[in-house]
């Protein structure tokens, strides 16, 4: 079982392989939403929530695993916000190419008051930090389209 936390929280060891661990979790997470995921919006939404609930959960764990607050492997936070930054929006490989700057600038950067929110212990401060840079990229992404 603590397998199976570890693969999901560092996104397929994903966090675990890679010199810049946040950055390969969202290029696999644009792959994943432009190559797999459907635009249906009801589908959307239940994958949102699911994996965010799954995300605090594995996130919390292989933190206390590895006994290190928000190591840099736990790469789920990168993979789910990334996908909340791209939510409802038309796929395309330019504005996913927007996006990925957009989110990793935010995700780095952890502009006021993006950088208050890691003050959340557990599972739940390592997710919130990059649920905002997703719901500030979407924001930011929306613009861009409608212009």
């Known amino acids: 079982m603590k397998w199976l936390i570890r693969f999901i929280a560092?996104?397929?060891f994903v966090g675990e392989k890679f010199p810049a661990p946040g950055t390969a979790a969202s290029i696999l997470s644009a792959a994943i939403y432009f190559f797999i995921l459907p635009t249906s919006h009801t589908f959307y939404w239940t994958m949102l929530i699911l994996l965010t609930f799954i995300g605090v959960i594995t996130a919390g764990r292989t933190e206390e695993?590895?006994?290190?607050?928000?190591?840099?492997?736990?790469?789920?936070d990168e993979i789910?916000?990334?996908?909340?930054?791209m939510a409802f929006l038309p796929k395309s490989l330019g504005l996913i190419l927007i996006g990925l700057v957009i989110f990793r600038f935010f995700d780095i950067v952890k502009v006021y008051p993006m950088n208050k929110l890691q003050i959340v212990a557990?599972?739940?401060?390592?997710?919130?930090?990059?649920?905002?840079?997703?719901?500030?990229?979407?924001?930011?992404?929306?613009?861009i389209h409608t212009l």
Request: charged share 10%; hydrophobic share 55%; aromatic share 6%.
């Open 10 to 12: 560092t996104g397929f």
């Open 65 to 76: 695993m590895m006994g290190e607050i928000d190591p840099p492997q736990i790469v789920i």
């Open 80 to 85: 789910v916000g990334f996908l909340v930054a």
């Open 122 to 143: 557990g599972g739940l401060g390592i997710m919130l930090d990059d649920l905002y840079a997703g719901v500030i990229t979407n924001l930011i992404l929306r613009i």
